[in-house]
């Protein structure tokens, strides 16, 4: 049989419904601190509000959508412009093959091309999955919240991952939308 081909892309609204399907089962865990599934409008809404301002990745196994990623503002106040915050899940049998490493890469540099230089992962403990992902990544473990979520009957701790992906010492130029950055290099880093 031959290799599974995985591709990356930006998501579109469209994209809602499998991208829903991805996300539903990790409702149930402690993996997300959302309780409750998102109707689908709503899961499609927050496709839309980053289209064109921050990237939304999907990867795709032979076509079909597997996994997703996309990039966040971290706090609203206009001095955090330039910190982003990350969300990652692919379906469950796609886990643990390297593609969680693949699409976090190409949310860096598309990130980066923005002139975003601090992206931050909160983890919701315990996920070791994601604590290694992070890890691996570069990432340094710069604090954690205690109890700061009830889920399952169980208070949860969050760990606080942060990584620079561009120049803190410098004066940073005002942040762009990522439909302002040259698409060529867009394309360049999804097809790479
Ligand atoms: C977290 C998640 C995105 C990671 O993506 P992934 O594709 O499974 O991770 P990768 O296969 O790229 O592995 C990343 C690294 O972590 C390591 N790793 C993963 N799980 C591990 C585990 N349980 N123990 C030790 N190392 C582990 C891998 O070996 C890899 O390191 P390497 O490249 O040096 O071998 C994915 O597992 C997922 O979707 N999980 C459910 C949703 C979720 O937790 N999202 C994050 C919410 S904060």
């Known amino acids: 049989m031959n290799e599974p081909v995985h591709t990356f892309r930006l998501a579109t609204p469209d994209d809602a419904e499998a991208l829903l399907k991805i996300y539903e089962p990790y409702i149930a865990t402690t993996v997300t601190n959302e309780t409750q599934v998102p109707a689908l409008g709503e899961f499609r809404q927050r496709i839309v509000e980053r289209d064109g301002a921050y990237p939304y990745i999907v990867c795709e196994e032979d076509g079909r959508p597997v996994g997703y990623a996309y990039g966040s503002r971290l706090f609203s106040r206009a001095a ?4 982003a915050e990350l969300s990652v899940y692919f379906s469950t049998d796609h886990r643990g093959r390297g593609l969680g490493r693949a699409i976090y890469g190409k949310l860096f540099d598309l990130l ?15 996920n070791e999955k994601s604590d290694h992902l992070h890890e691996k990544m570069g990432f340094e473990l710069v604090g954690t919240l205690r109890a700061a979520s009830w889920k399952l009957g169980v208070w949860h701790d969050v760990h606080l991952w942060e990584k620079h992906i561009g120049d803190v010492e410098a004066e940073p130029a005002p942040l762009l939308r990522l439909s302002e950055v040259d698409s060529e290099k867009v394309c360049a880093i999804l097809e790479a």
């Not at 955090?80 to 910190?83: K, P, R, T, V």
């Not at 980066?112 to 315990?126: E, H």
């Open 112 to 126: 980066a091309l923005q002139g975003v230089r601090t992206v931050v992962g909160k983890v919701v403990c315990p």
């Open 80 to 83: 955090y412009a330039w910190s």
